[in-house]
């Protein structure tokens, strides 16, 4: 058998392919890179593209030496002669944020509005909706603290679902406080989990000794029976004044917009650099345990990373695939794939070669084709139809004498007669 691509992985393929399905559709990930760019740059988001891979301290740092994707799912990058020291990022806010640093992006107007998009590699255990490299949308603001950065970040994640036609999403916001409440909230975790460690998975066991709050979004079926029995009081009763103050200016930005979100005290995200704000995006359509979007804000991220001084950031991300398929099961109809305004094929071997130039010189206006090899009508026209042409022509010596083009409409049938010198004003008024 011919080489297979690696697991995890997808081709995103071309319009026409044979057993093309809309997460491996190249043009459904332009639609929704597209949509995303527009809202988010009317936003006043700029466009920003960091490396693929980056220094394994980055990742480690930047995601968390207690998590998953740290402890199991990192790819390393080897090359000849080296260590083995950089990794394929595994998400995009760690190198945006060395970005920022590393190129003093504190001198741009504060708060900074960034965007990417791209590559993101984990080794998961495959499923459905769960990629080994797989591609995000990433929104970034770095330099404010204030919660109307918050509530702005979170009413343009639900303006870009809405303008890709989502409807079955939900919101659920969280807090996770200051430091200080976490820690506050660990130390209560630990005193009332430890009576029952022997209840608890390996995995729980490890979560309770590194960081409890992670135990409450474990996998293990009977970790959650036995969170469902403690009755484990939510982090936002731990808030202080502070942060629920915060949160509580993020919900009333929220209610005045009109946003649909619901609090949900369940949203734990562990990182001692995570602060405040935090909260996923759901769809019904692709399961309860499968966030679509993740979200929050991160005060201690930079200084973690090195820098000297705090600097406040917040931000989401989105997988493309788990959004596409959120977007097949609420039966989102993408915008049909457009062929080229016009086909333009040559009767006689002698006049392709003016049937390509003519082509080639409509192309600043329109999407043109031509046929490589002399056609007779029709097959010329079966082949217009096949690429979903708007309109054909054909050049035979008459036309080629005379200087004009006789225009066929493929759908409706009508006719144009259209000088060689006119094609492109023609194309861009009718095309
Ligand atoms: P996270 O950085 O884990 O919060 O992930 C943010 C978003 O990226 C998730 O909500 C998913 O939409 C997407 N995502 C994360 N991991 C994967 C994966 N292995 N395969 C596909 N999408 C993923």
Redesign the pocket.
């Known amino acids: 058998m011919a080489i297979q691509r690696p697991k995890g992985t997808q081709d995103h393929l071309p319009d026409g392919s044979p057993k093309l399905s809309l997460d491996t559709r190249a043009a459904a990930f332009q639609y929704v890179r597209q949509t995303a760019q527009r809202v988010l740059e009317r936003a006043g988001a700029q466009f920003i593209d960091t490396p693929l891979f980056e220094e394994a301290d980055l990742v480690k740092r930047g995601v968390g030496g207690s998590t998953d994707i740290v402890r199991k799912e990192m790819f390393t990058v080897y090359y000849f002669g080296d260590h083995g020291g950089y990794i394929l990022r595994p998400?995009g806010t760690a190198g945006l944020v060395r970005a920022y640093l590393q190129n003093g992006l504190k001198q741009l107007p504060a708060p900074l509005k960034l965007w990417t998009h791209g590559p993101?590699f984990?080794a998961?255990n495959v499923q459905k909706?769960?990629?080994?490299q797989?591609h995000?949308v990433d929104y970034e603001v770095i330099g404010s603290a204030d919660p109307l950065v918050d509530a702005e970040a979170i009413a343009l994640l639900v303006d870009v679902v809405r303008a890709l036609g989502l409807k079955q999403v939900k919101v659920k916001l969280g807090s996770i406080g200051d430091p200080e409440d976490r820690a506050a909230y660990n130390e209560y975790l630990r005193a009332l989990f430890t009576p029952h460690l022997d209840r608890l998975s390996e995995d729980g066991k490890a979560r309770l000794e590194r960081n409890p709050m992670r135990i409450l979004d474990g996998k293990a079926p009977g970790d959650q029976e036995l969170i469902a029995e403690l009755n484990v009081r939510p982090m936002l009763d731990f808030l202080g004044t502070e942060a629920a103050a915060h949160f509580g200016e993020v919900q009333a930005h929220l209610d005045a917009w009109g946003v649909p979100y619901e609090t949900d005290p369940s949203i734990v995200r562990g990182l001692d650099y995570y602060r405040r704000t935090a909260w996923?995006l759901h769809h019904e359509g692709v399961g309860a345990k499968?966030?679509?979007?993740?979200g929050g804000r991160y005060d201690g991220l930079a200084q973690e990373l090195g820098s000297k001084e705090a600097v406040p950031g917040i931000g989401w991300?989105?997988?493309i695939?788990?959004?596409l398929l959120a977007m097949e099961a609420d039966g989102v109809e993408l915008p049909p794939s457009r062929g080229p305004a016009l086909y333009l094929a040559a009767m006689d071997p002698e006049n392709v070669p003016l049937a390509a130039r003519i082509a080639m010189g409509a192309r600043d206006v329109a999407r043109v084709e031509f046929a490589y090899r002399a056609q007779k009508p029709g097959n010329a026209f079966r082949d217009a139809e096949r690429r979903g042409a708007t309109w054909a022509a054909l050049i035979g010596s008459d036309e080629a004498a005379r200087g004009v083009l006789t225009l066929k409409h493929l759908q409706s049938g009508e006719q144009r007669e259209v000088t060689a010198g006119d094609l492109s004003n023609f194309l861009s008024e009718n095309a």
């Open positions: 998400e993101m984990r998961e909706g769960r990629l080994r797989f995000q996923e499968s966030a679509l979007c993740g991300a989105f997988g695939e788990r959004l």
